[in-house]
């Protein structure tokens, strides 16, 4: 059975740095996608960041240049670190995890319960 643990989330303020941890069980980071998806209140889910079997990682325009998506094949974990925060990255965070597919509109075979990051101006 797949369970997929984030943490590191919290409150914050604009500017200011997070680091997200997934840490899944039953399933191995290092050749499968995991990405992170985030949820504001009142909005849609939304992709942030992904990265691939190959490394290769993408992300939204909004994060791009400050958020950083990896991962430590040796400890089996997956990272999001999170730079200049703004208060429009309030949100959940779930870590999403699929052996095959990288993309949120094609559904993730795994999801965490999520880590709320909350960021104040």
């Known amino acids: 059975q797949v369970h997929l643990v984030e943490s590191g989330g919290g409150p914050v303020q604009a500017g200011g740095s997070l680091r997200l941890s997934c840490d899944p069980s039953?399933?191995?980071?290092?050749?499968?996608?995991m990405a992170w998806v985030r949820q504001a209140p009142g909005k849609e889910r939304d992709e942030v960041a992904f990265?691939?079997?190959?490394?290769?990682?993408n992300y939204a325009d909004s994060v791009k240049g400050r958020f950083t998506i990896s991962r430590d094949n040796d400890k089996n974990t997956l990272y999001l670190q999170m730079n200049d925060l703004k208060p429009e990255d309030t949100a959940m965070y779930y870590c999403?995890?699929?052996?095959?597919?990288?993309?949120?509109?094609?559904?993730?075979?795994?999801w965490g319960q999520g880590t709320q990051v909350t960021v104040s101006s």
């Open positions: 039953g399933f191995s980071t290092f050749d499968s996608c």
């Open positions: 999403a995890a699929d052996r095959w597919n990288c993309y949120y509109q094609h559904g993730f075979q795994y």
């Open positions: 990265i691939n079997s190959d490394g290769g990682s």
